[in-house]
């Protein structure tokens, strides 16, 4: 019988470092990997919009901010637009594409924007829920009612990333996914 693998979450403020601390948590982890991670798409130093990156390569625009339509599939997020097809072609394949228990799957982040997909949210209801499934990801801290819901699993470990442990908290995590 497999033992229950690790879900581990992260959370914290916008702009914490969510993202940087699971990049950096990867590079020691030896495991197969499947999944994908977001990261700030910059203009000028402004935050224009996110990109969704999966961990074989493939990118895809998540979210732009702007007055006037940007993607076939859409829908509003605040001033962001959410393209919905790179949830669809990008994000779901990218998790559904785990080949093993013994893989850890990436999840950055179980977020308003990737949750305006019905899809996303059943892909991830179903990982989450699998206990024989490892899973490293960044989720919302606000409270929004499906990252609500994955906040209550018992096996769910939640780190809260913030100012004085977001340069050591990878090797927390590294420790966790080595056992």
Known sequence: MLTEQPLVLLTGVPGIGKSTTIKQALSCIRRP?????TQEIR????RVGFESITLDGKRGILALKSATPCFPRET???HYRINLDTIAD???????????QDQLIVIDEIAPMSIASDTFCAVVSELVNDNRQAILGAIVQRSVPF???VKQLSRLNLMVVNQENRD???S???QVFSL
């Open 43 to 46: 203009r000028s130093g402004e």
């Open 33 to 37: 990997l499947s999944g994908f991670y």
């Open 76 to 78: 509003l997020f605040g």
């Open 147 to 149: 990252a609500d819901e």
């Open 172 to 174: 927390v995590v590294c």
């Open 168 to 170: 050591s908290l990878s």
């Open 90 to 100: 990008v994000i779901v394949p990218s998790l559904e594409r785990h080949t093993s």
